[in-house]
């Protein structure tokens, strides 16, 4: 349970801090006075997103924290035990800070935490019911979410991976359906793929006939320069290179003894006298090779041309002509073959959805087992709200023909009759304010845990009744504070005196304005009231906190319902 809250420089609460008990504690105030920034403030240490604005003017950034007691049985426990995060105490102190420049940053027991993991982990220790949580109850997506929060988990979640099969097997059929583009094009595309199966351009050849080419077209060239430089190597007049070096070889070779630094000199001369001869002996072979066959370039060019227009058409490179000849027969294949390979996808389609019929049904039936089940709690805890003839049904009404939705193929719909006699009708239709409020309540306490989790937070969900039915409201929402003594607990923001009466402890908001250097600023102060405080607060809530006759009924509310400071 929440045992304490710490608020500093969040929107016009400068520091507060509020240290809670178990049981039925109601937070009250005027209008307008702030009372709702505290259930805000519990907001955002349990993942609500966090916005910049709600830094109090002036200041660098708020900063929040929480501190929750737990049973050894609470999830909560668990979770922080598995995520590395549990204190020995069974403790848990959550903490945000918000900046004032952006951007906000979380810590559970001091480990630095996600908005995910503040959400993972508050949804076990606290619940909120917002003053406009009877808004929603006209939608048929949240009257839907409401008895999905009584079904098994496993039954959802296989109807999402149900519909996510399903979704993927028609995304294929309809990329197939693309890929084959129009039939009509099977003709182009067999004639394009059997011309470049005729080219049979393979990998890398055709920069190997670029390189051939060349060398065909400059054989004159080659030629001369081979003759060139075999008459440099040996000419017969004496001055060769061939023979130059010889000499040199010959003239070192004798006094190599006389002088040893002149060995590696000899070394390397005679290694250049057998390196040229040999260069000599290559030249001379090529030399008297026969010519290339002369057909050879006109082959080359011709094939080159084929390549190169073809290259052209289909707007490729020519190298690149190998790869699209290869991804062209794929194609063509597949359209070859697409009766077959359509039948395959659309049976594929055909599969998924009759197993997301089957998943859909499981948890259509569970449905309305937790429809039937909700319905009879939801109309027993009206009773108790000062609607003893009340009817609530929730309607579970299948479409088994709507296309597969990770939702089921249910539609949810509440009906309501406040009267005996009348049938139920659609609830937007027959509530009024007051009961659509007194409806919410009793759905989302008969909708929640039992047992957890163990602080519920009603933000003004009493608005809009009055008379006998605050007082219903108020003995139930005292229930909830009280159903378990050890670790039950509801924390209430309220307007009405008779809610406020059957609380355990009651604290005041209220809004101050002081003067600062000229600068005018509005301030919260939240204080924890004695029994003779709760007494003039109350009498305010009545009407008038000095009059006789106020303080008079504040004083017997209290009274009536035993409540001690």
């Known amino acids: 349970m929440l045992r304490a809250l710490t608020i500093k420089h969040f929107a016009i609460i400068d520091q507060a801090e509020l240290e809670l008990e178990p049981g039925f504690c109601v937070i009250t105030g005027e209008t307008g006075a702030g009372k709702s920034i505290l259930v805000d403030a519990l907001s955002l240490l349990i993942g609500q997103r966090a916005d910049a604005g709600v830094v109090a003017k002036g200041q660098n950034k708020a900063d929040l924290s929480a501190y929750f007691e737990l049973t050894q049985a609470s999830p909560a426990l668990k979770w922080l035990q598995s995520n590395a995060m549990a204190e020995e105490d069974q403790t848990v102190v959550i903490r945000r800070t918000i900046q004032a420049t952006g951007g906000s940053r979380a810590w559970i027991n001091g480990h630095p935490a996600s908005a995910s993991q503040l959400k993972d982990l508050g949804a076990m220790l606290i619940e909120i019911h917002g003053q406009h949580a009877h808004q929603q109850l006209s939608k048929t997506e949240h009257q839907r979410q409401l008895v999905d929060t009584q079904c098994p988990k496993k039954l959802i979640d ?240 299948p479409n088994t023909d709507r296309s597969p939705s990770p939702k089921g193929f249910d539609e949810v719909a509440i009906a309501f009759s406040a009267n005996p006699g009348q049938p139920p009708q659609p609830l937007s239709k027959v509530a009024s304010g007051g009961e659509l409020s007194r409806i919410s309540l009793a759905l989302t306490l008969a909708a929640g845990s039992d047992a957890y989790p163990m602080t519920r937070v009603f933000d003004e969900v009493d608005a809009g009744i009055g008379g006998e039915t605050a007082h219903a409201v108020g003995d139930f929402l005292a229930r909830v504070g009280k159903a378990n003594p050890e670790r039950s607990q509801a924390l209430c923001v309220t307007h009405l005196a008779q809610v406020a009466a059957r609380a355990n402890h009651q604290f005041q908001v209220n809004k101050t304005q002081t003067n600062q250097t000229n600068d005018k600023k509005t301030a919260i102060e939240i204080r924890l009231l004695s029994h003779d405080d709760r007494e003039t607060e109350i009498a305010r809530m009545l009407g008038d906190a000095h009059s006789k006759t106020s303080l008079a009924h504040a004083r017997e509310l209290l009274e009536t319902h035993h409540v001690a400071n």
């Open 158 to 397: 296989a109807v999402v991976q149900a519909h996510r099969l399903w979704h993927e097997a028609k995304l294929s059929l309809e990329q197939f359906e693309a890929d084959m583009g129009d039939p009509s094009q099977l003709d182009l595309l067999t004639f394009q793929v059997k011309e470049l199966e005729e080219l049979a351009l393979e990998a890398g050849e055709f920069v190997a006939l670029e390189a051939e080419q060349e060398r065909l077209q400059r054989q004159d060239e080659i030629q001369l320069a081979i003759q060139s430089a075999a008459a440099s190597l040996d000419q017969d007049d004496g001055t060769s290179a061939r023979r130059l070096l010889l000499q040199a070889s010959q003239a070192i070779a004798p006094i190599t003894e006389l002088d040893p630094r002149l060995a590696n000199v000899a070394t390397l001369l005679e290694e250049a006298v057998i390196n040229l001869s040999e260069a000599r002996s290559e030249l001379e072979q090529l030399a008297t090779e026969p010519d290339q066959d002369p057909e050879r370039l006109s082959v080359i060019n011709t094939r080159m041309t084929l390549a190169l227009d073809l290259a052209r058409k289909h707007r490729v490179r020519p190298e690149e002509l190998p790869a699209l000849a290869d991804s062209l027969a794929s194609r063509l294949e597949k359209i070859q073959d697409q009766d077959q390979q359509r039948a395959l996808l659309t049976n594929a389609i055909k599969t998924t959805e009759a197993e997301w019929q089957r998943a859909a049904g499981a948890l259509s039936q569970a449905r309305r087992s937790a429809a039937k089940a909700l319905s009879a709690s939801v109309t027993k805890a009206l009773s108790t709200l000062g609607m003893a003839h009340a009817t609530l049904e929730i309607h579970i009404n």
